[in-house]
Each structure stands twice: as C-alpha cells, then as structure tokens.
C-alpha cells in the first residue's frame, strides 16, 4: 500500500536535511511501528507524507497505492485515503467541531465522486464513533480542539480517524500527553479500526504504547535513515537498552 | 491672530460651495437649522474637506479621495424604489419592519406605518421636523464630534430622513429595518433619529440599496437610549460602489440601559463609518462590534469614541478586518474616562487578517483615563492566515481555497458571535463567502 524509496528531506527554510534515504513498505492489514529518539526525523517523516510544504523532497519517491503521492496536495492525499494524525493537534477558535467534521467527510466524498452525506447519517455516524471514544456531544458543541485537554484533543483526532475512514493511518506520537486510561481509550479506538485493507504506521518514541496497538513490524529510525527493523520484540529491546546502540550505529 | 489665509478649494469643494448655492432654497429648515447649514458650508469652506493633516482623518484623506461632488439626487420615483426593494435581500427571510429613506428623504408610502404605530412606534419626515420650532435640536452634535468635516457636510445638505420614538416600555416583536434607496445618482444624504423611550426595547437593521453613481452616501443616525432601555443597531454596508460612503452614528446612553450595535462592512471603495458614542447615565452596557472586508484598492475605515462621561458604565469594543489586494484599513477607537467615571470597564480590541503581501491596516486603539479606579484595556493585532492551521485543514481533505475560507470566516466569527443576535447574523456567513468569492 505505502512504498517509500530512498527518501531524502529537508526543511525548506534552512535547508537542513532531516531524512537522508528512507526505505519503508508497509503492505495492507499491517501495523508498522517507527521508533526513535529525539530529533531522528520521525515526525518530519509523518509531515512529509500528509504534504506540509515546511519540507522539501531533495530524492527519492512515495507510493500509494503505486500513485506518486509527493505529486498530490494534502487534501488530494487524505481523499485518497491517507490520514495523519497529530502528535499536537491544531486548535481553531471559530470553527465549531461538527462543521468542520461535515466539512472534511463531505469535501473527500466529493473529491472520490461520492454523494454528499445527509445530515441524519452525519450526526448518526459522528454519534456512534464518538460514543466509542468517549467524546461528549458538549465537546463537539466546542470550536475544534480549542479548550480541550491533551487527552480530548487525542481522543478527537481518533474521532476523526474513524469517520473519515483512511485506508492508511500515520499516528504521530499518539501517546504522548496521555494518562493511562486516555491511552486505553485512544488505542482501543485504533485497534477497533485495524483491518485486512488499511495499513498503519504508529510512530512512538516510547514502548509502551506498543502495548496496546501491537505492532506487526517495527523499525528503528535514527538520523535519517531506518537503521534496524525487526517484529515486536525490538520495542522491548529498545525499552531496555535505549537508542545509544543505533544513534552510533548510524553515525 | 486668526487671520486665516484662504484655502484653495479642490474641484471637488467649489462642487460642494455651487452645490449648496444651488440647493439652499430647496433645503427644508427653521431660521436656527438655515444657520447651522450656512456655518456648516463656511467650514468646508474655511477648512475645505477633511484631510490627512486632520488627526482624525490621517488614513482616511476625504480630500484627497474626493474628486468631484454631484449634485443632490433628485427626489425619488416611488415605482423606482419599489423595484430596487423587490431586489434586495439584505436579511432574507427574516420577519421585521420596513421604514424607507430614498434619495435622501423619508418614503412613508412603502413604510410598515401602521404596524409600527400598532407596536408603539410613531415615524415622522426628518424634513418636517427640521422646519418646526424644535429642528435645530436635530442637528446637535456631541462634543466629541465637534466640528468633524463629515458631520458639517451632513448638516450642510442634509434632505431628509426619519425620527422615530419608541414609546415607553414598548418591545418591538421584531426587527426595524430602516432601508436608504438610491433610486437615482447624485449625493444622497440623510439624518434619522431614533428615541428608544424608557423601558422600551427596539432592534434596527440599518441597510443600503441602489447605485449613486459619482454620488456620495452620508448619513446620521443619532439615537437617543433612555433610562432601562435597550437599542441594538446592525448596520449592512455590502457591494461595490465607487463615490464616497459616509456614515456617522450618535448615541446617548441613559441610566441601565444596554446598546450595542455591529458596523458590517463589505465592499465599497472608499468607506468611513464613524460613531460617537456617550454614556449618559451609570450602569450601563455597550458593546460596539465592526467586520470589515476590503480589496483590491479599497479603503475602509471603523471609527469610534465612546465617552465615559459618568461611572459604572461598561463598554466593549470588538473590530474585526480582512484586507486583501492593496486595500487599506483603519481602526480608530478612543476610549475616554472621565475624571468622576470611576469604576468604568472598557475593553477595547481590533484584530486584522491580511490576505495579501500589499494590504495594509492602520490599527489606532486608544485610551485616555482621568479616573483612578477603572478597568480598560486595549489591544491591537494584525496578521496572515496561520499556514500550520490551513495544513491542518487540508490533510483533513479540505481543498486550500475552502480552508482558506473556513479560516476568514472562523476570523469574523469571533466578533459576530460575541455581538449575538443569531437570528439577524445568520445570513452573514454568506455575504463573507460572497465577498470571498469576488462579489
């Protein structure tokens, strides 16, 4: 589903490379994790692939679904499918939670050529979903994300995750921010959406949320480059020993 | 040492001097309002039109803008008017009144009359009023808005308009829309007073239709709150138009009572809508709103006083603009307490979205407090729409253009909710997507 090949990045301001020839396939059904430390380059990794123009692809290539992804806006990229979800989710004061929420279902049916949703099935879906996340109507009621707490601003972002259907998923740091029954309730919503025909990458610097979203594979990602790939075992190494092996490894 | 060297008038000026020669026996008025027309021309002609040398118009030079003056409209064909009205939409579906004012003057033939006497509303001709004995009244300015060039221009040609009194603890059931027609070009300038007598509640819808061609628009509203009552005042500037589009308001504000009111501005090339607003009795609430849009080279301009003349009033003062192309726009907002206002509360913030490297706003907040026990603050921003939340919108797959528009919209939003009045605002988001859409 997600073929990525030699990709090398760099912030378009300064021109500082991050990624430096990232290899990764991540077929349907699979659950990928990217660890790392600090500074490797794991969220520069996630905003390349929703397209945020801070960054600049110098090499290299992005396929979904065989389709040069770097070729398409963002929102061509999320009506094709792909989701990012945000490690800091955006407040924006003015616009009411539910609107936005109809908007972005309605302006991808549209870009797929699919009939606007009516209000009955909107509120219908939106009800059921946020029921599972445990996301009040009071909170839907708020412009989005503004005044919410860590927990509920993840807890939305799933929300949107599972109206909006994606066939690939890219969690960024999902976890951090969250207390242990916000993380339960925010992995159960993701596991709920693992499925034989979507595919994703959860990028985490800790372990444990690996816990509760098991992964399928998991790779390590350090300057740039993925230096280590192995199943979920790796997670546990890591959480033992630490990065320091991989940060000179790939030095 | 008051030898004053004469000016050099503007064509625009000598129009405005041949202009009054031309109308003056035309104009209504009393002894007292004739003299008060003659000094207001002596201004224009002793000071010419307001300039950017004037404080209260360095971003905003009438002057210069100014390059002629048409004659006044001629009075206005009612048939004309009815087909202009059938065309305007200002509040769609919105149940309410309708009081005309065209080409300058009161319309009573296409005015709800009789449904608004039945409420306790009684409207009269403005003309009328100026010729009877207590006319000059009707032309009194405040001090804060003494010798202001687009007042005296008002003054000096003022042809009509309305006074309506709302009687005592009357609630009107629903919304007043005072609708100005130019069925005609030429200037068109008028002068309402609206009375809300004690208790009495009334909304008003303040609307413009019709072309003026090199014509300007300059028109008063003077109200007039009494003691406990309530006056919310929303005015709808929308579409394009060339010449010069004045508007003044007045308010004095009795004891326990509430105004408020929101100045909704999109379109016009050259705009100024200037209020002067005074508290007059203690605890009492204003909160006066502004949502200004502006193109391509056009100037826009929100600019207001409000005097704390007595304590334990609050006031809030809510501006939003959106320029784009090489627009220009101005925020002018005095707050001032006076030394026995104590335990004022004023707030007052303009906040501006440049969509557009060559767009420019002028941000002029201002306070001046004499009293020691108050609170006022004010604050000023100006910025571009945020890219991290234009991204965020678009991965979510909101195509650039509609997220653009989501975030001016989520911009004015703030102001317009703040300001409240669901059902007379509900039709504003789709004048903002009009005016986005180059309408």
């Excluded at chain 1, 979800?85 to 003015?94: K, L, N, R, T």
């Excluded at chain 1, 800790?206 to 192995?230: A, C, E, F, M, W």
């Excluded at chain 2, 009495?200 to 009552?229: H, M, P, Q, S, W």
């Amino acid at each position: 589903m997600l073929e990525i090949k030699n990709l090398h990045a760099r912030i378009a301001e300064d021109e500082t490379e991050i990624l430096r020839g990232v290899n990764l396939t991540v077929k349907a059904g699979e659950v990928h994790a990217i660890m790392g430390p600090n500074g490797s380059g794991k969220s520069t990794l996630s905003y390349v692939l929703a397209g945020k123009d801070d960054y600049e692809v110098t090499e290299g290539e992005v396929l979904f679904d065989g389709q040069n992804m770097l070729d398409m806006s963002p929102d061509e990229r999320a009506a094709a499918g792909m989701f990012l979800a945000f490690q800091y989710p955006i407040e924006i004061p003015g616009v009411a939670t539910m609107e936005f929420l109809k908007t972005a279902m309605n302006a991808q049916r549209k870009a797929r050529g699919e009939a606007q949703l009516s209000i009955p099935d909107f509120m219908k879906r939106v009800k059921e979903a946020a029921g599972h996340l445990n996301v009040s109507m009071d909170m839907l009621k708020r412009p989005l994300n503004v005044g919410f707490s860590g927990g509920e601003k993840k807890r939305a972002e799933i929300l949107q995750m599972s109206l909006l259907e994606p066939r690939l998923c890219v969690l960024d740091e999902t976890d951090s921010g969250l207390d242990i029954d916000a993380l339960r309730i925010v992995s159960d919503g993701v596991n709920k959406l693992r499925g034989p025909d979507r595919a994703m990458v959860v990028i985490t610097h800790y372990q444990r949320l690996l816990d509760h979203i098991v992964p399928d594979v998991v790779h390590v990602l350090s300057k740039g480059r993925i230096v280590k790939t192995g199943d979920k075992d790796l997670a546990l190494e890591l959480e033992k020993n630490g990065y320091a092996d991989y940060v000179d490894a790939a030095a | 040492m008051n030898a004053s060297v004469p000016i050099k008038h503007t064509q625009a000026e000598s129009d405005l001097i041949d202009r009054f020669e031309a109308a003056k026996g035309a104009l209504s008025g009393s002894v007292a309002v004739t003299a008060l027309r003659e000094a207001a021309v002596s201004q224009i002609r002793d000071k010419g039109l307001p300039h950017r040398r004037v404080e209260e118009y360095k971003y905003t030079d009438l002057r210069a803008f100014m390059k002629s003056a048409a004659p006044l409209a001629a009075a206005a064909d009612e048939s004309a008017v009815k087909a202009i009205l059938g065309g305007q939409d200002a509040f769609g579906e919105l149940e309410r009144y309708r009081i005309v004012v065209a080409n300058g003057a009161f319309l009573p033939g296409l005015s709800d009359l009789e449904a608004l006497a039945g409420e306790g509303v009684s409207v009269t001709s403005l003309t009328d009023e100026l010729a009877g004995e207590h006319g000059a009244q009707l032309l009194a300015s405040p001090k804060s808005a003494a010798n202001d060039g687009v007042l005296a221009l008002n003054t000096a040609f003022v042809q009509g308009g309305v006074v309506v009194k709302v009687k005592e603890g009357a609630e009107i059931s629903r919304p007043v829309e005072l609708v100005h027609v130019a069925a005609s070009a030429g200037g068109q300038i008028s002068r309402s007073r609206i009375s809300v007598a004690k208790g009495a509640k009334l909304r008003l819808l303040e609307t413009f239709a019709g072309e003026t061609g090199n014509g300007e628009i300059n028109i008063v509203f003077d109200y007039d709150v009494a003691d406990t009552a309530s006056l919310v005042a929303t005015r709808l500037i929308v579409g394009q138009s060339d010449a010069a589009r004045l508007f003044t308001s007045i308010a004095t504000i009795g004891a326990q009572a509430e105004f408020k009111s929101l100045g909704f501005i999109a379109g016009p090339r050259f705009i100024r809508n200037q209020q002067f607003i005074n508290f007059a009795g203690e605890n009492s609430n204003a909160g006066i709103y502004g949502v200004t849009m502006a193109r391509d080279e056009d100037l826009a301009d929100q600019t207001l006083i409000v005097d704390h003349a007595v304590p334990h009033c609050n006031s809030r003062e809510f501006f939003k603009t959106v320029l784009d192309g090489r627009a220009k726009g101005v925020y002018q907002g005095r707050i001032n307490v006076a030394q026995h206002a104590q335990k004022t509360d004023g707030e007052m913030m303009t906040q501006a979205l440049l969509l557009s490297e060559d767009a420019e706003m002028a941000n002029k907040p201002e306070l001046e407090i004499f009293a020691d026990d108050v609170i006022c603050a004010h604050g000023a921003t100006s910025g571009q729409i945020d890219e991290d939340l234009l991204f965020y919108l678009r991965a979510r797959g909101i195509p650039e253009d509609e997220a653009r528009t989501l975030l001016v919209l989520a911009f004015l939003a703030e102001a317009i909710e703040e300001y409240g009045e669901d059902d007379v605002t509900e039709g504003l988001e789709a004048r903002v997507r009009d005016w986005l859409a180059g309408h």
